[in-house]
């Protein structure tokens, strides 16, 4: 394995180079935006140099990971000269390897590397980066170095096609961002019979984490509960009469995630079709009601 370069000394470029370190990959050269950030990260990757400037890592790295905010990807990319050889790779959930493309131009080898995790500090990114996925974007043999890189610090890699990075990202967005909406969407009810958002916060966050042990240990679609798991559709009625009444706002969501409900507990055989197409309907009346 060649050398490996890194710039951008945040959150996931300190984690990643100490974690790969670790793992005996080669870390030799990292660069940041302010050098004291690139000294930090240095300070802590046995045989890494902390560089003046990108251009000194993009030179004398065989694989260089852009670890920037994603708005300043294309602008490194675009402004380093890069060298027929050597891979460039970006951690961007949301962006694909065009971001890349002056560098391919140069004659790099272009990649994405994005760990599927919300990571707050390089801590609890290093805690968190073994059993995490990996999503891999790359022609190979990049793709390959890339995916047993992913596997050398315990994590999963998964290889995306061309084209697949935008669902890949919106999937993450829901089920990770959309999860803190609908503990925002729930504090505000609880909110409506005098909880305050700490205290509704503390109260739903084992029924949340409950949730998330049956999805893990059960998975899709037998860990559905509740009133549409079983076809409960008179529970579902005094839901939707309550939001009617005091949380119109989130009568759209709840009807929404509803419908998939239903598409869930079908799946999962404890209501017939007969049950299945009532709430349907329920949720679809709800949605026909004025304003
Ligand atoms: N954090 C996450 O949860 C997470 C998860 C998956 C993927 N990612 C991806 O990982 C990448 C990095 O995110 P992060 O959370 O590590 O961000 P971050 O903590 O904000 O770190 C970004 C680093 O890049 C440096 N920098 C900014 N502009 C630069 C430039 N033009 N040239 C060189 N260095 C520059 C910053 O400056 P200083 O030198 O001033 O410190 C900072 O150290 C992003 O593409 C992000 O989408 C993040």
Redesign the pocket.
């Known amino acids: 394995m060649g050398t490996i370069g890194f710039?951008?000394?945040?959150?996931?470029?300190t984690a990643l180079a100490i974690t790969l370190s670790g793992k005996g990959y080669p870390v030799s050269a990292v660069?940041?935006?302010?050098k004291s950030?690139?000294d930090a990260l240095a300070a802590r990757v046995p045989g890494c140099r902390a560089l003046e400037s990108?251009q000194a890592v993009a030179d004398n790295a065989d694989l260089v990971f852009i670890?920037?905010?994603?708005d300043?990807?294309a602008?490194?990319a675009a402004t380093l000269i890069w060298h027929a050889g050597q891979g460039v790779v970006?951690?961007?959930?949301?962006a694909s390897l065009d971001i890349l493309g002056p560098a391919a131009r140069d004659g790099a080898q272009t990649g994405a590397f994005?760990?599927l995790?919300?990571?707050?500090n390089v801590s609890r990114?290093m805690e968190n980066i073994p059993g995490s996925t990996f999503a891999i974007e790359a022609e190979s043999p990049l793709r390959e170095t890339l995916a047993e890189m992913a596997r050398a610090m315990n994590g999963k890699p998964v290889l995306l096609k061309p084209g697949d990075k935008v669902l890949y990202h919106t999937a993450a967005v829901i089920v990770s961002n959309y999860t803190v909406a609908l503990m925002k969407m729930a504090t505000d009810l609880w909110q409506l019979f005098g909880v305050s958002t700490p205290e509704a916060t503390e109260a739903l966050l084992p029924l949340l984490r409950g949730t998330v042990n049956n999805i893990a240990s059960i998975g899709l679609p037998n860990c559905l509960t509740g009133p549409i798991a079983r076809g409960d559709i008179g529970t579902v009625e005094r839901h939707l009469a309550a939001l009617e009444q005091r949380a119109p706002q989130l009568l759209a969501g709840y009807r929404e995630l509803g419908q998939h409900a239903v598409d869930v507990a079908l799946q999962k055989g404890k209501v017939d079709q007969a049950q299945a197409e009532r709430m349907l309907e329920l949720l679809h009346a709800a949605m026909l009601q004025p304003a």
Request: net charge neutral.
């Open positions: 710039v951008g000394a945040g959150t996931v470029g660069a940041s935006r302010s950030s690139a990108a670890t920037t905010p994603d300043a990807i602008n490194v970006h951690c961007s959930g949301a994005h760990p995790q919300s990571f707050a990114a």
